[in-house]
Nanobody, 126 residues
Framework: QVKLVESGGGLVQAGGSLRLSCAASGRTFSTYHMGWFRQAPGKEREFVSVISRSDGSTKYAESVKGRFTISRDAAKNTVYLQMNSLKPEDTAVYYC???????????????????WGQGTQVTVSS
């Protein structure tokens, strides 16, 4: 089993920044791909970004490209999401997820991830 714990959410004004963290514990050797998803009220959970442990490759949703940056600290088993130029439409619960398969390409589907964190709320005020 893998346990994922997110932190770093909060309330920020539009144009501001936040950095989310996701710490993995347990069978961390199986966390080949680490991703971030988000879910706004009344909407489906959607892909935000993902990073591969094997080659560090990344993928972003078009809505966050150029504003968000995903990174990973292998020694700490932690993945980060730096969010800049935040917009009110970024308001959502942000979830960390891990995929046990190392196969590329990087995946963006909710059903393609094996473990999930409890989520952290990000609220962007206008």
């Amino acid at each position: 089993q893998v346990k994922l714990v997110e932190s770093g959410g909060g309330l920020v004004q539009a144009g501001g920044s936040l950095r989310l963290s996701c710490a993995a514990s347990g069978r961390t050797f199986s966390t080949y791909h680490m991703g971030w998803f988000r879910q706004a009220p009344g909407k489906e959970r959607e892909f935000v970004s993902v990073i591969s442990r094997s080659d560090g490759s990344t993928k972003y949703a078009e809505s966050v490209k150029g504003r968000f940056t995903i990174s990973r600290d292998a020694a700490k088993n932690t993945v980060y999401l730096q969010m800049n130029s935040l917009k009110p439409e970024d308001t959502a619960v942000y979830y960390c997820a891990s995929r046990a398969s190392p196969l590329l390409p990087l995946r963006i589907g909710v059903n393609e991830y094996d473990y999930w964190g409890q989520g952290t709320q990000v609220t962007v005020s206008s």
